[in-house]
């Protein structure tokens, strides 16, 4: 179970940022904040970094909650999100000019105090490495392991990874506390689920309602449980995903929605419909995943 600084533990619903900015990302964490929001999402390429800092400092200059209740989380990327070749990246790419003049290090810890920068705070809560980046993953593991020791991160951890990518971490004496990947009724990713429980790995489940926005969860089973349990589809697939021991990170720009989201956690499913739910899985992926991860 992931905590806070303060040592309170990370409520089971968190707020994914991608792809708000600014003024709107601020308002959005402020409001989510004031909700029950305590694990917030984002990564140094979703541009929104500044937003999310801005958001926490003003509901911690309101008095809503401290710095030390708070759990921010963010990634390490090569920084490629807005680029047509994905692979080539201004960072962790084997042709960019730029890796050749600095060690993986250097690059991890000049993001890393550019993330605390401008998220407003002298600490991160939790760093991954967003994808496995073919040929410089085990580098950057390194040097997340060296932020960790310094005290400028709590928690390391992956994402977009599958168990042959942490399995490659596996002789290190510190290895992933957690993996935010994409999971969901009809994606279970069973053996990845299986893995991180052994593992004492907390599992993230970022983009959990991206099923209903795209019409893929047209089972019968989803209505009926959500009549069963008087919540609406969305709850009932952010309940499922606390179910199966994953803390999922719904977004949105309506505080209605976000309070909604949230509410998801009074909602208990018995262990008989989470399997069933489990059952409609097809192993399909439908969200993007990194070209440098295969097999995902």
């Not at 962790?92 to 003049?101: G, L, P």
Request: proline share 3%; with cysteine; net charge negative.
């Amino acid at each position: 179970m992931l905590t806070t600084l303060s040592g309170k533990e990370v409520p089971f619903i968190a707020l994914g940022t991608y792809p708000l900015q600014g003024e709107r990302m601020a308002s959005n964490v402020y409001e989510a904040i004031k909700i029950g929001y305590r694990l917030i999402d984002t990564s140094d390429d979703y541009r929104n970094e500044d937003g999310v800092g801005l958001g926490c400092e003003r509901a911690i200059c309101d008095g809503i909650v401290k710095r030390e209740d708070l759990f921010l989380l963010t990634k390490v990327s090569d920084d490629g999100a807005y680029s047509d070749e994905y692979l080539l990246g201004t960072y962790f790419c084997k042709q960019s000019q730029f890796m050749k003049r600095h060690t993986v290090y250097e690059v991890v810890r000049e993001k890393v105090e550019n993330s605390l920068y401008e998220l407003r705070t002298d600490y991160l809560d939790a760093l991954c490495v967003h994808h496995a980046y073919e040929g410089f993953y085990e580098q950057i593991w390194e040097a997340m392991i060296r932020l960790h020791k310094e005290g400028l991160v709590r928690y390391i951890g992956v994402s977009n990874c599958g168990v042959r990518h942490m399995e490659v971490l596996s002789h290190y004496e510190f290895r992933p506390q957690f993996n935010e990947s994409y999971f969901s009724p009809i994606c279970t990713k069973n053996e990845v689920v299986r893995y991180c429980h052994q593992q004492g790995v907390q599992l993230l489940t970022y983009s959990p309602l991206i099923d209903i926005r795209g019409n893929r969860l047209t089972d019968v089973l989803f209505a009926e449980l959500a009549a069963k349990y008087k919540v609406s589809v969305a709850q009932l697939v952010l309940a499922w995903n606390i179910g199966v021991g994953s803390i999922p990170l719904p977004k949105s720009q309506s505080v209605k929605r976000l309070r909604e989201n949230f509410d998801a956690l009074k909602v208990t499913l018995s262990s008989e419909d989470i399997a069933k739910l489990s059952l409609l899985n097809n192993n399909r992926q439908y969200s993007a995943e990194s070209k440098t991860c295969p097999g995902l």
